[in-house]
């Protein structure tokens, strides 16, 4: 698979906004001071007249964008993850969550594979800060083809979201003719009934990539993509449980409140299995080049292979 | 303004500090202090200058109205109830459990147009719906109010940055001067002072008044109309716990509610202040 064509998700947050601007003539970019690098700059050259730069100051950025979803607009607020869930996140929970206000919430370069800027914004908590936010959705692409999608059902449903997209150019695995974003649902890259490898965001595609390393050495994975963490497919993670016996989750944010908490959390209530979690572990990140950083971290197939293997021993 | 109207005025906001007694006494909680020294201007915005209809609290093209310093919702409450927003009994459920009327202003209740109550936050919404206005060419006004220590929220200035930047003129931010905050004189916690000249660097129209002379709440909302390509900001000199005697100018009357003597006390008071206005 190494022919596929690699893209960052932040690059198809930028092209999205601006093809769906004039498809959705309420829709209003705000950004504080890092368009060029979450790609807004796509939507504001186009769209100037729509566009809003807020300057280095997420949180009456969130403000600003709840009094313009209070007045009918369709806000999207634009910065690093780092700062929207992170330094703002008062306000997203005070001013946006607490009022159920139409805002969208475009938060690029998450986790570690933001490289060489380090630990400062490399922001591995946001899914476990906005999972705690009454109400709020929050969704995790994991190509270019999803986040399209993903993008569109953002604006189509009326409500707070959290959208995560990455600094990082990554394969484009899903078919862009036969791709069908739906929020909410999970989606099953692959059969499998020996272990169910739960993964999101750019997580995915190495979890495909270790299911067929499983593959060769006996193991049959079930793959599965779960690009809308809350409300999670509690229904698809419970099945998954109960099918194969044992879960492993990949993400890259903290193994402390991201997808890995909120598929422990399901399967507790519903169908009790070992559920073993790949993510970053309770630490910091550091500087260097991204894809060594995620090999280091343990974010990337080979090691899912290894935990896999490990978990399928804890089946009871 | 016209006698018998400054009258007309004098009893509602007198009314509506009857109001914030009630709702925090029945609470045995709540933020009377602050809720008494912005009664004169909610009174004169909502039945004098807002273009808004209690029948469609949503009206699209509504004035719209964030009480940035949330914790004096009891008087906004007040007032909404006066205007017929909603029935005036609802006054006295401030605070209680199922009750529609949180302790911090709430967007499902009608006439409310933002959640609001975390301090610095309220302007910056005020901003996003003055910027829809322009965006959409409507030419509704946005209103907001701050307290005086609410300012020493960064984002305040933020948002005052933006609201310059951007040329909110259809902008006007109150900050409720009334010189105390819960830990004691503004002077002394950690002062934003001089309040006017911040305001005034940061690009916007500053206008000072008293807050409790309607006349010269008229002229500056009359003045603020007339201002373009900047945002207008009128700093009211008020005394916190306006019209109630004990509670004037007490820091301690920031987050205390009455007690049963207490509450008596200000409701006669207030109940006198009534009758001189009306004989």
């Known amino acids: 698979m190494a022919d596929l064509i690699r893209k960052a998700t932040r690059e198809s947050y930028g092209e999205t906004l601006a093809n769906l601007a004039d498809k959705y003539e309420n829709l209003v970019v705000l950004d504080a001071d890092l368009a060029a690098a979450t790609k807004t700059a796509i939507f504001k050259k186009a769209y100037p007249q729509r566009f809003f730069d807020c300057g280095i100051a997420e949180a009456n950025m ?128 692959r059969d499998g009934t020996d272990v169910t490898i739960i993964a999101t965001g750019l997580m995915v595609y190495e ?110 | ?37 912005i009664c004169d201007l909610l009174t004169y915005l909502y039945f004098e200058k807002m273009n808004i209809n209690p029948e469609n609290p949503d009206m699209e093209d509504r004035d719209r109205f964030v009480l940035s310093k949330g914790h004096t919702a009891p008087a906004l409450y007040a007032v909404l109830a006066q205007k017929g927003f909603f029935p005036e009994e609802e006054l006295k459920s401030l605070r209680h459990i199922g009750s529609m009327l949180q302790g911090h202003p709430c967007i499902n209740i009608p006439g409310i147009d933002m959640s609001s109550g975390s301090l610095g936050q309220g302007i910056s919404a005020a901003c996003g719906m003055a910027l829809a206005g322009k965006l959409s060419n409507k030419d509704y006004k946005v209103y907001t109010v701050l307290g005086d220590g609410e300012i020493e929220e960064g984002q305040v200035w933020e948002a005052a940055m933006f609201a310059s930047h951007y040329k909110l003129d259809n902008l006007t931010a109150v900050v409720d001067y009334n010189g105390l905050q819960i830990d004691g004189k503004l002077s002394e916690v950690c002062s934003p002072e001089p309040i006017d000249k911040k305001f005034e660097a940061f690009g916007w129209h500053v206008i000072s008044i008293d807050g409790h002379d309607f006349d010269q709440i008229e002229n500056a909302f009359n003045e603020a109309e007339k201002i373009t390509g900047k945002p207008v900001a009128i700093i009211q000199k008020t005394v916190k716990g306006k019209g109630v005697s004990f509670m004037e100018n007490q820091v301690s009357w920031h987050g205390t509610a009455p007690k049963k003597e207490q509450y008596e006390q200000a409701m006669a008071e207030l109940n006198q202040q009534l009758k001189d206005l009306e004989d």
């Not at chain 1, 270790?210 to 419970?238: F, Q, W």
């Not at chain 1, 950083?293 to 009871?316: Q, S, W």
């Open chain 1, 207 to 316: 979890a495909l990539e270790a299911s067929r390393t499983l593959a060769d050495a006996g193991i049959s994975a079930r793959v599965v993509n779960i690009h809308t963490i809350k409300p999670l497919d509690k229904e698809l993670v419970c099945k998954c449980a109960s099918d194969t016996g044992v879960i492993v989750t990949v993400e890259e944010h903290s193994i402390i409140g991201g997808l890995g908490s909120a598929v422990a959390e399901a399967v507790t209530g519903c169908c009790p299995v070992p559920v073993v979690r790949v993510g970053v572990n309770d630490e910091y990140g550091y500087s260097g080049p991204a894809v060594e950083l995620l090999k280091k971290f343990g974010l990337c197939a080979d090691n899912i292979v290894v935990k896999v293997k490990e978990a399928i021993k804890l089946k009871k």
């Open chain 1, 62 to 189: 969130m403000g600003v964008a709840a009094g313009l979803a209070a007045a009918g607009k369709i806000p999207f607020a634009s910065t690093f993850a780092m700062f929207a869930a992170g330094r703002a996140y008062e306000i997203v929970r005070n001013s946006i969550g607490y009022p159920h206000l139409n805002v969208k919430i475009g938060a690029t370069h998450a986790g570690i594979s933001v490289g060489e800027d380090g630990a400062t914004h490399q922001c591995n908590e946001d899914i476990a800060l906005m999972r705690t936010i009454p109400g709020m959705t929050i969704i995790n692409p994991a190509d270019d083809v999803e986040a399209r999608q993903a993008i569109e059902s953002a604006i189509n449903y009326v409500g707070p979201v959290y959208m995560r997209f990455g600094r990082l150019a990554v394969p484009i695995f899903n078919d862009s003719e036969s791709y069908k974003f739906e929020l909410g649902k999970g989606i099953v890259l």
């Open chain 2, 1 to 37: 303004m016209e006698e018998n109207l400054k009258k007309n005025l004098m009893k509602r906001a007198c009314k509506a500090r009857m109001g914030v007694i009630e709702g925090t006494y029945n609470a045995k909680s709540g933020h009377p202090g602050g809720s008494l020294s």
